[in-house]
C-alpha cells in the first residue's frame, strides 16, 4: 500500500485461495500516524507547590482544542497534590486505555505533579466532544473537562 492517509485506518481481511481445499481468510488492523497539529489558545500555570498534605488541583494547557477529520490531537492535564495524584482521561462517562485510538502519556515532574497527554488518532465525527481529566489522591478528586471541536 503506498500513500495512505489515517482515513483509511482500520481493520483488513485478506483472503487467499490457491485452487487447493478451502480458502484461508487474515486479519489485520491498519494504524496511519500522521503529522499532530492543535490549535494553540493560552496556557495556565500554576505555582502552587503542596507545603503539606493536599488534595489535587488539575490545570490546563489548552481547554478548547479544535482540529480536522482524520487527524490527531494531543489535550494536556497536569494534576498537583501531595501525595502525587493519579491522573486519568475519561469521555462519554467511560475511563479511556492506550489502544489504537488514545495514547496516554504520564510524567512525573517532582515530588507533587502529574502531567498527562492524550493523544486521539485519526479523528471521527463520533470523537468530538468534552473530555474530562480526573484527578486523585487520597484527599480528594477533582476533574476538568476539554472541548475536542471540528475545525
Given at each position: ?32 500516524k ?27 494547557v489548552?481547554?478548547r ?34 489502544n ?42 477533582v ?9
Amino acid at each position: 500500500m503506498r500513500s495512505v492517509s489515517s482515513s483509511e485506518s482500520g481493520d483488513y481481511i485478506c483472503i487467499g485461495n490457491n485452487g487447493m481445499g478451502t480458502p484461508s481468510r487474515g486479519r489485520t488492523k491498519l494504524i496511519v500516524k500522521g503529522p499532530i497539529t492543535t490549535t494553540t489558545v493560552s496556557t495556565t500555570t500554576t505555582q502552587f507547590t503542596p507545603t503539606g498534605p493536599a488534595s489535587p488541583r488539575l490545570y490546563h494547557v489548552n481547554r478548547r482544542v479544535g482540529q480536522r477529520r482524520g487527524r490527531g490531537a494531543i489535550i494536556e492535564c497536569i494534576g498537583v497534590g501531595q501525595p502525587r495524584p493519579t491522573v486519568e482521561w475519561k469521555f462519554h462517562g467511560r475511563k479511556l486505555k492506550n489502544n489504537y485510538k488514545y495514547d496516554i502519556e504520564r510524567t512525573t515532574e517532582g515530588p507533587h505533579r502529574t502531567i498527562s497527554r492524550l493523544e486521539i488518532r485519526s479523528l471521527l465525527s463520533r470523537d468530538f466532544g468534552q473530555y474530562e481529566c480526573e484527578g486523585h489522591n487520597t484527599l480528594g478528586l477533582v476533574n476538568i473537562s476539554f472541548e475536542l471541536y471540528q475545525l
